[in-house]
Every structure is written in structure tokens, then in C-alpha cells.
């Protein structure tokens, strides 16, 4: 089963082999509120590891999204601009917002399993 | 994942809470700092939901936090003279149980606050006018209204009032089951009635674009009212979130956003508060800067946007001409739920301001096609 490590800034990123689906985690979307507009990368876009990936927008601001990880950009889900209310709706599923190449696995290390993200969600 | 910053100053102390705080965080609302009180920004239902609600049915709204003031002298006359010395709007002849929209200006005609004026409908309360000014302004703008009053003009604050605000096309129908004077108000004109059996001032009128009321009441009985409002199926609370992308589709200003000390009420494109003996007469502070902008016009103008994408442009957004040349700023954009997309205002070279202008909004250093647009970006619903 696919393993799935959050940052501190509640971006998740669901490992499959060398890439990583990336999106924002339930925690956030309920923070955020309604959204209504999402900015994706270039697909071949080179990202680096706490670097924005992409840009969510509310009713009300505009929040950064950055990279769990280094890596390139080989997918991101067009379905957000037309259904951008999905990052709410089902944000680990159908509102992943981008897949990445991961260069350096050793960087998945640093980031928190579901165990020790829920903990950290609960302590904010 | 990280917010931009939308710090409220306003309120570095302790936060003050209105009448009906416990009321908000009961119902879950999430609270936020604003104007220096603990203000509900949505609640469960969210502000998408909150926003359509109240163009659908009805939204009732806590604007306790702004400032409700008397300004009380022997004659109507005297005292419509005293502040018609402060704000260019034409008192002296408002009538009875009407009320108008107006700005404090400063001396060089910039604007200290918006506010609405009212003239009480009762005989004997002749002399007074009401007035409701935004929460961050209210302590200065008391000791600048006071500070220029005649000896025989006081203003005597209205503390002890908390303000609730009935808005949406169902409003009529909610308020009129406990208020049934309510339905016979005109747009723009105020009553004194009982509410679910407690004294309550009304108006007809809003921030949101919609037909609505904002009903004040004494502090220790706006509970009450709200309370008797949200019983009805058709009232939904709404928070400031929704308040604000409704006032924004409706092309309503937002004070220290949209005006401010630095715009003139020409400049914001508010000639229609400037009634026409004011105009001629003159007689308020900045007169020669608003009789000059009405007789040659202005340099910039505030007009509204419509991005042709999806993306919203911000406050602080520059606004570029298509060959690149900046030419403005945004003051107020977002997400419109009831238009399904971004728009914004802000302030444009006289020259660019025609509707139907094509130009380009500066988002995170990318040039967004966006076109003028005529305001209210959705049609109001004020029952003329």
C-alpha cells in the first residue's frame, strides 16, 4: 500500500514507487475554507523541496503550496479548474493537485507519517 | 502550505466582543480578529453557502462592532448644518425617516470614513440624526465629528445599541412575521417598531447588494431579536466573509481598502452622495477639490474588473494596459460565488476607466486579460 508523509505546512505526498502524488491534507481544507481557484505548475517544471509547486485560492485569500520534496513535475490534475471545490471534497483523493519525479528519497525521510501528522494536527 | 499575511492591527489589545459574541461561537462560528473585536468570519456552513444563502433567502449578519452614534441639537436645521460642515451630503433637506449615504472628509477631501446618516421619523426627536460609522474608525472619527461640533450640537454615543443586519430577497417576508411594519419601508428610510416586542430602529438598506434591514436594538435585547430571526427556516447566520464577496459583487466600498484618506468621493466614484445643492454651495471640508474633480474630471477613477479567467487578483494587484504600461491598482478582488468567478475593483487612469477596456492584471508576476466592468457586478435588489 501506497505510503502517504505530510509536511509542517500540510502538504501531503502519497508515495508510489520513485513518484508522489502531492496535495493539501483534509487538516488544511477545512482551513482554508471554499476553494475556488487553483494554480498548477508546468508539467517538466523542476521543483525543489520547500519551493512553491502551486497556488490555492479561497473565498477569501491565497495560500502557496510548496514541495514536499524536490523533484520534477510529470502530472498535475487539470479537474481542479474547472472543480476546484474537489480540494474540499476529497482532498487525499480526487483533488490531488500534481505528481512529481522524487530526485532524492532520502528528503521522504524528514517528513511525518499519518501517525505523527494527526498527532501533530491535534497539538495546533 | 502557508496563508498570506492578512494581519487585523486594529486590535493588538484584548479583543472586544459584541452583544451576541457567545451567540456566534455556539453556533461555531470561527472567530477572527477585526476592527478590534472577536468577529465571526464564517460559521460551519461556510462562506460560499453563506454567500448564496443570502442571495437567495435571507442572512443575518452581527455588525454590532460598528459605531452608532446621536447627533443631537434643538432643530433639525442646526444640527443637519453642523455635520452637512463635516460631509458633503445634503442633511437639511433629507426628510423625515430617510437616510443617506456619506463620507467624512478631511480638508484636502480625502475620505476619514463612510457612514450612513438618518433622520428619525418622530416629531419629537427633531434635532437628531443617527449615524453609523465602521468600527475601526469610530473612535476617531467621535473625537473629529465632536471636536467641530457647535456648542449647541452634541454627538452622544450609542454604546449600549448592538446592530444586526436582515439581508436577501426573503428578508421582507422573515422580518415582517415578527415586525409587520417592516414590509411597508421604502429603500433607504427608517422606522421605530417593535421586534419580537422590543423597541428596535430599522432601516432598509444593507451592505450586500440585496433588499435587507439593519435593525438596532439595546445590547442587553439584540440577543433576543436574533435569536426570534434564526427560528425562521429562511435566516442563516453569515459571517464577515461572506459579507465582504457580497458587498464586492455588489460594488460596494470597503473603507481603508477602496477609499480612503488619500481618495476623493469623485475619485471613488460616489458623485451620486454628493447631492446638488452641495455641490454648488460648497460648504465642507475639501470643496474646492470636489467642485474642481466634478468640473474637469479626475486622473484616476475607481471602476470594477472582471479577470477573463479564473484567477482572482487581490488587493494590491497592479493594473497594467496591454503594452505593459501599469496604470493602477486593485483595492478590493476576489472569488464572485454568485457570478462563478473572479472580480475585483480598483483604481485606473481616467484615460483606461471606459467599460469594455481591455487590460491586464499583474497575478504573481503574470499578465491576467481583464476587462472593465460596470458595477454592481450582480444586480441589486433594493426594493425602490
Same mark, same amino acid.
Given at each position: 500500500?501506497?505510503?502517504?508523509?505530510? +509536511?509542517?505546512?500540510?502538504?501531503?505526498?502519497?508515495?508510489?514507487?520513485?513518484?508522489? +502524488?502531492?496535495?493539501?491534507?483534509?487538516?488544511?481544507?477545512?482551513?482554508?475554507?471554499?476553494?475556488?481557484?487553483?494554480?498548477?505548475?508546468?508539467?517538466?517544471?523542476?521543483?525543489?523541496?520547500?519551493?512553491?509547486?502551486?497556488?490555492?485560492?479561497?473565498?477569501?485569500?491565497?495560500?502557496?503550496?510548496?514541495?514536499?520534496?524536490?523533484?520534477?513535475?510529470?502530472?498535475?490534475?487539470?479537474?481542479?479548474?474547472?472543480?476546484?471545490? +474537489?480540494?474540499?471534497?476529497?482532498?487525499?483523493?480526487?483533488?490531488?493537485?500534481?505528481?512529481?519525479?522524487?530526485?532524492?528519497?532520502?528528503?521522504?525521510?524528514?517528513?511525518?507519517?499519518?501517525?505523527?501528522?494527526?498527532?501533530?494536527?491535534?497539538?495546533? | 502550505?502557508?496563508? $498570506?499575511?492578512?494581519?487585523?492591527?486594529?486590535?493588538?489589545?484584548?479583543?472586544?466582543?459584541?452583544?451576541?459574541?457567545?451567540?456566534?461561537?455556539?453556533?461555531?462560528?470561527?472567530?477572527?480578529?477585526?476592527?478590534?473585536?472577536?468577529?465571526?468570519?464564517?460559521?460551519?456552513?461556510?462562506?460560499?453557502?453563506?454567500?448564496?444563502?443570502?442571495?437567495?433567502?435571507?442572512?443575518?449578519?452581527?455588525?454590532?462592532?460598528?459605531?452608532?452614534?446621536?447627533?443631537?441639537?434643538?432643530?433639525?436645521?442646526?444640527?443637519?448644518?453642523?455635520?452637512?460642515?463635516?460631509?458633503?451630503?445634503?442633511?437639511?433637506?433629507?426628510?423625515?425617516?430617510?437616510?443617506?449615504?456619506?463620507?467624512?472628509?478631511?480638508?484636502?477631501?480625502?475620505?476619514?470614513?463612510?457612514?450612513?446618516?438618518?433622520?428619525?421619523?418622530?416629531?419629537?426627536?427633531?434635532?437628531?440624526?443617527?449615524?453609523?460609522?465602521?468600527?475601526?474608525?469610530?473612535?476617531?472619527?467621535?473625537?473629529?465629528?465632536?471636536?467641530?461640533?457647535?456648542?449647541?450640537?452634541?454627538?452622544?454615543?450609542?454604546?449600549?445599541?448592538?446592530?444586526?443586519?436582515?439581508?436577501?430577497?426573503?428578508?421582507?417576508?422573515?422580518?415582517?412575521?415578527?415586525?409587520?411594519?417592516?414590509? $411597508?419601508?421604502?429603500?433607504?428610510?427608517?422606522?421605530?417598531?417593535?421586534?419580537?416586542?422590543?423597541?428596535?430602529?430599522?432601516?432598509?438598506?444593507?451592505?450586500?447588494?440585496?433588499?435587507?434591514?439593519?435593525?438596532?436594538?439595546?445590547?442587553?435585547?439584540?440577543?433576543?431579536?436574533?435569536?426570534?430571526?434564526?427560528?425562521?427556516?429562511?435566516?442563516?447566520?453569515?459571517?464577515?466573509?461572506?459579507?465582504?464577496?457580497?458587498?464586492?459583487?455588489?460594488?460596494?466600498?470597503?473603507?481603508?481598502?477602496?477609499?480612503?484618506?488619500?481618495?476623493?468621493?469623485?475619485? =471613488?466614484?460616489?458623485?451620486?452622495?454628493?447631492?446638488?445643492?452641495?455641490?454648488?454651495?460648497?460648504?465642507?471640508?475639501?470643496?474646492?477639490?470636489?467642485?474642481?474633480?466634478?468640473?474637469?474630471?479626475?486622473?484616476?477613477?475607481?471602476?470594477?474588473?472582471?479577470?477573463?479567467?479564473?484567477?482572482?487578483?487581490?488587493?494590491?494587484?497592479?493594473?497594467?494596459?496591454?503594452?505593459?504600461?501599469?496604470?493602477?491598482?486593485?483595492?478590493?478582488?476576489?472569488?464572485?460565488?454568485?457570478?462563478?468567478?473572479?472580480?475585483?475593483?480598483?483604481?485606473?487612469?481616467?484615460?483606461?476607466? =471606459?467599460?469594455?477596456?481591455?487590460?491586464?492584471?499583474?497575478?504573481?508576476?503574470?499578465?491576467?486579460?481583464?476587462?472593465?466592468?460596470?458595477?454592481?457586478?450582480?444586480?441589486?435588489?433594493?426594493?425602490?
Amino acid at each position: 500500500m501506497a505510503e502517504t508523509r505530510y +509536511t509542517k505546512d500540510h502538504e501531503y505526498i502519497r508515495i508510489e514507487g520513485d513518484t508522489g +502524488t502531492v496535495g493539501i491534507s483534509d487538516y488544511a481544507q477545512g482551513q482554508l475554507g471554499d476553494v475556488v481557484f487553483v494554480e498548477l505548475p508546468t508539467v517538466g517544471k523542476a521543483l525543489a523541496k520547500g519551493g512553491e509547486a502551486a497556488v490555492v485560492e479561497s473565498v477569501k485569500a491565497a495560500s502557496e503550496v510548496y514541495a514536499p520534496v524536490s523533484g520534477e513535475v510529470v502530472e498535475v490534475n487539470g479537474e481542479l479548474e474547472a472543480a476546484p471545490g +474537489t480540494v474540499n471534497e476529497d482532498p487525499a483523493g480526487k483533488g490531488w493537485f500534481l505528481k512529481i519525479r522524487i530526485k532524492d528519497a532520502a528528503e521522504l525521510d524528514a517528513l511525518m507519517g499519518e501517525a505523527e501528522y494527526q498527532d501533530y494536527v491535534k497539538s495546533l | 502550505m502557508a496563508a $498570506e499575511a492578512n494581519t487585523d492591527t486594529a486590535g493588538a489589545s484584548a479583543p472586544l466582543k459584541t452583544p451576541l459574541h457567545a451567540r456566534h461561537v455556539a453556533l461555531g462560528a470561527r472567530m477572527v480578529p477585526f476592527a478590534g473585536y472577536d468577529m465571526p468570519v464564517q460559521y460551519p456552513a461556510g462562506i460560499l453557502t453563506e454567500h448564496n444563502w443570502t442571495r437567495e433567502k435571507a442572512g443575518l449578519f452581527d455588525v454590532s462592532h460598528m459605531g452608532q452614534c446621536f447627533l443631537i441639537g434643538p432643530d433639525h436645521e442646526t444640527t443637519a448644518k453642523a455635520l452637512e460642515a463635516l460631509i458633503p451630503a445634503d442633511i437639511v433637506n433629507l426628510a423625515p425617516g430617510k437616510q443617506r449615504y456619506s463620507q467624512l472628509l478631511n480638508e484636502e477631501g480625502g475620505i476619514l470614513d463612510d457612514l450612513m446618516v438618518t433622520r428619525s421619523i418622530d416629531p419629537d426627536e427633531d434635532g437628531a440624526l443617527y449615524l453609523v460609522v465602521n468600527a475601526a474608525c469610530k473612535d476617531a472619527d467621535y473625537a473629529h465629528i465632536e471636536a467641530r461640533l457647535p456648542a449647541n450640537v452634541k454627538l452622544v454615543k450609542a454604546e449600549h445599541r448592538g446592530l444586526i443586519a436582515l439581508q436577501g430577497p426573503g428578508a421582507e417576508a422573515a422580518l415582517a412575521k415578527i415586525a409587520p411594519e417592516a414590509a $411597508e419601508m421604502g429603500f433607504m428610510s427608517s422606522r421605530t417598531m417593535k421586534v419580537a416586542g422590543i423597541k428596535a430602529n430599522i432601516s432598509r438598506s444593507g451592505y450586500t447588494g440585496e433588499d435587507g434591514y439593519e435593525i438596532s436594538a439595546a445590547a442587553n435585547k439584540i440577543g433576543e431579536i436574533w435569536d426570534t430571526l434564526l427560528l425562521d427556516g429562511t435566516v442563516k447566520p453569515i459571517g464577515l466573509g461572506a459579507r465582504d464577496s457580497l458587498r464586492l459583487e455588489a460594488g460596494l466600498c470597503l473603507y481603508g481598502h477602496d477609499i480612503d484618506t488619500t481618495t476623493s468621493p469623485i475619485e =471613488a466614484a460616489l458623485n451620486w452622495s454628493i447631492q446638488k445643492r452641495r455641490r454648488e454651495e460648497g460648504g465642507f471640508p475639501g470643496a474646492a477639490r470636489v467642485q474642481r474633480e466634478l468640473a474637469e474630471g479626475v486622473s484616476r477613477i475607481r471602476v470594477g474588473l472582471k479577470p477573463e479567467g479564473r484567477a482572482p487578483a487581490r488587493e494590491g494587484t497592479e493594473i497594467a494596459t496591454p503594452g505593459g504600461e501599469v496604470i493602477g491598482v486593485v483595492t478590493s478582488g476576489g472569488f464572485g460565488p454568485t457570478l462563478n468567478g473572479p472580480c475585483a475593483m480598483g483604481y485606473v487612469a481616467k484615460a483606461h476607466s =471606459a467599460p469594455g477596456t481591455q487590460l491586464n492584471l499583474i497575478v504573481r508576476g503574470k499578465p491576467l486579460p481583464a476587462v472593465v466592468a460596470t458595477m454592481p457586478f450582480v444586480p441589486n435588489g433594493y426594493k425602490r
